[in-house]
Each structure stands twice: as C-alpha cells, then as structure tokens.
C-alpha cells in the first residue's frame, strides 16, 4: 500500500465520534483515507466506509512503518479518552516521519503535551468538529465554518482565473454561486469586497455560500 500514496492521502487514527467525523468529511471531499483503530469492531463498522481501514497499535512505530504510514504527510489523531495512547501515537508518527500531526486534546494540559510530543496542530473538539478540521487539515481552506442550515463561511487562496481581475470581471458568483465578502492582502488590513476590488497573486477571500459550492470555490486551483 505505502508504494501507491496520493499526495492527498490522510491516515486518521482512532475512528470514534471525532476521528470518524473528520474521516467521512475527508473522503466526501475526495481524499483517500487510512483509518486505523485498536478495535476490531469499529475497523469492521468503517470497512465499507473508507479507503483502507485496519486494526492496529499505532503506539508502535515499528507497527505504522509497516502499514506504509511515513509515506502519509499528514496524519490526524482522533484518541482522546486513553491520553497515553494519545502521545504514546504522536511520538510514533513523528518518529516515521510523518510531517504534519493533527491530534485531538481533551484538555489543555493534554494539547500542551501533545505540542511537546511532536504534534504541530492541537484541536479542541468542543471548538473545532471534524467537517472543519477535515478542510484545515487537507490545505485547502485556511479557515471554515458550517451552520446548521448548509450556510458557509471560509477564508482560502484566491483561484488563478481571478488574478489580475476585478471581482466583477472575474464574475465568481455567477461562476460558482459563492459571494466574496472580504480580502486580505499581505500586509494590509481586512477589506471588504467591492465589484471594482481587484485581486492579485496570494491574496485571501473571503466566501460565502452554500457548503457544497464553497468547498468547490475552495478547491479551485
């Protein structure tokens, strides 16, 4: 398996209600998923639902190096009631190598050691559920948050086709039925959109729209 990774590919570590969350978020986003978990049921339950799924220890290095998982650039870990099998997991993936660390802290105290541990990302569930961390974690939004009615907001890189354009020649609402309503430019300070606001290379928009058409705003190259 490690020989045929996408670049795009996750490995998410412990499938219960977090780790499950951002998994399913994942693969309707497109990306391919390793889903690891010590218990065999719940690797039976996501057999169906994910790309790979196995039962591990993944507080064994020698175990994630067989499993391929240092060819994965990015790893989310979802353990969080059992804390030693939470930093004993993220020692290990730093060990392989992995190079970008998700992991899931059920307390301050508990992300401080995962900081500490190798983890570059601490998320709080109770601030962050596992549609958000999913879209942070794949690069393709800087920031995203979902109502409860499909309505969503995200901070992501500006699309080449609207480089060098005004909002209004570039006509990404029509295009897309997304609406900019803001800009962040390297330097400078918030602003909100305007038809005549133009748009250069790095530039950050800020979307608005339904969940669907903003994650495919987003995922424009």
Known sequence: MARHVPGDSVVVIGLGRFGSAVAESLIRLGHEVLGIDEN????????????HVVQADTTSSEALRQLGVKDFKRAVVGIGTDIEASVLTVLALEEVGVTDIWAKATSAKHGSILERTGAHHVVYPEAAMGERVAHLVTGK???????????????TGAPREAIGKTLSESELRTKYGVTVVGLKRTRNDFTYAKAETIVEDGDILIVS?????VEKFAALP
């Open 40 to 51: 065999a049921e719940i690797v039976q339950k996501w057999s169906e639902r994910l790309t």
């Open 209 to 213: 729209g339904t969940t669907e058409r």
């Open 141 to 155: 939004m800087m920031d995203f948050l979902e109502f409860d009615d499909g309505f969503a907001i995200a901070k």
